[in-house]
Antibody
Framework: EVQLVESGGGLVQPGGSLRLSCAAS????????MNWVRQAPGKGLEWVSY????????FYADSVKGRFTISRDNAKNSLYLQMNSLRDEDTAVYYC??????????????????WGQGTTVTVSS | DIQMTQSPSSLSASVGGRVTITCRAS??????LNWYQQKPGKAPKLLIY???SLQSGVPSRFSGSGSGTDFTLTISSLQPEDFATYYC?????????FGQGTKLEIK
């Protein structure tokens, strides 16, 4: 079964740090780019970060650039998100999601076709 | 960044009915547009990619259309399990962005 399982969430004070993990199984993890997406309580989805299959390409949303670091260990089938200088507005459920390349009409398109169940991060004093 | 704007923010409809949700991009994104469904307490689910291609396993009552800046998601013959929140997402830019969501409720 194709599966993503996040862990590492919890309660942290403003200015603190937290490291999220995402364990992949049931597919060849090293062949896929991955994303982190978050959802604040009662709000919509916000894309956070992207990492290519070999870690050569990384992108961040402006809201987390300079504070968050995405990484992966293909030998361990794992994705990570190191979150530093946390703020109240970082409170959210954090999902990892597989970035699949899909062929349509002879071109490549991208969609997040596998998601984890999410891990909750609460930033509060 | 490319901004994605959905309308309406919420709507109500009856089982068996038909609804259309609109998504507008702040610049042309060709057909690099996906739709997701999310139910309360659950992770999102990919419904449509490349604006109009149905993800494997998604019922044919879901359809998407559009290109450039204007896109639509249509759900025909609404089923009880379709009442959820729907999000569009652009992947034209490497900084992916989602719309703010459209909550579909039972009338």
């Amino acid at each position: 079964e194709v599966q993503l399982v996040e862990s590492g969430g919890g309660l942290v004070q403003p200015g603190g740090s937290l490291r999220l993990s995402c364990a992949a199984s049931g597919f060849t993890f090293s062949s896929y780019s991955m994303n982190w997406v978050r959802q604040a309580p009662g709000k919509g989805l916000e894309w956070v970060s992207y990492i290519s299959s070999s870690s050569t390409t990384i992108f961040y949303a402006d809201s987390v650039k300079g504070r968050f670091t995405i990484s992966r260990d293909n030998a361990k089938n794992s994705l990570y998100l190191q979150m530093n200088s946390l703020r109240d507005e970082d409170t959210a459920v954090y999902y990892c999601a597989r970035d699949s390349r899909i062929v349509a009409a002879g071109r490549y398109y991208y969609g997040m076709d596998v998601w984890g169940q999410g891990t909750t991060v609460t930033v509060s004093s | 960044d490319i901004q994605m704007t959905q309308s309406p923010s919420s709507l109500s409809a009856s089982v068996g009915g038909r609804v259309t949700i609109t998504c507008r991009a702040s610049q042309s994104i060709s057909i690099y547009l996906n739709w997701y469904q999310q139910k309360p307490g659950k992770a999102p689910k990919l419904l449509i990619y490349a604006a109009s291609s149905l993800q494997s396993g998604v019922p044919s009552r879901f359809s998407g259309s559009g290109s450039g800046t204007d896109f639509t998601l249509t759900i025909s013959s609404l089923q009880p399990e379709d009442f959820a929140t729907y999000y569009c997402q652009q992947t034209f830019s490497t900084l992916y962005t989602f719309g703010q969501g459209t909550k579909l409720e039972i009338k």
